[in-house]
């Protein structure tokens, strides 16, 4: 049992590891303004901070359920909780990957 867990352990580590070297090679700052961002799906935010209200695009909304962050793009549906940054809204949208989502947003370094 102990080796069972030790080495569930070191993949979670490997794993992590991964990740944290993955996000070496973005550069976030490329990211579009959240303005610039969500308009091109239809979504015009108004004023420079804070949330605001608009409808969800990934389940049928008749009332504003879903809050887009000005400041940094987070976004949250309290209706059918999806919720993450601009690179996960592109990969929820469009149905894409993590790296086809960062080639499409022009964020990889290289």
Known sequence: MTDLII???KRNKQ????????SKLLDKSRLPSPS?????YGFRL???NGWQMVNCPFHDDTRPSMGINRAHG???C????VSGDMIGFYMQY???DFKT??????IAKG
Not at 36 to 40: A, L
Not at 78 to 81: E, K, P, V, Y
Not at 101 to 106: F, M
């Open 101 to 106: 989502a960062c080639n499409a947003l022009n």
């Open 74 to 76: 987070g976004f949250k």
């Open 7 to 9: 080495n569930y352990l």
């Open 94 to 96: 469009h149905q894409a």
């Open 46 to 48: 108004r004023g420079s």
């Open 36 to 40: 610039n961002f969500y308009s091109t």
């Open 15 to 22: 794993r992590s590891t991964a990740k944290r070297n993955y």
């Open 78 to 81: 309290h209706a059918c909780g």
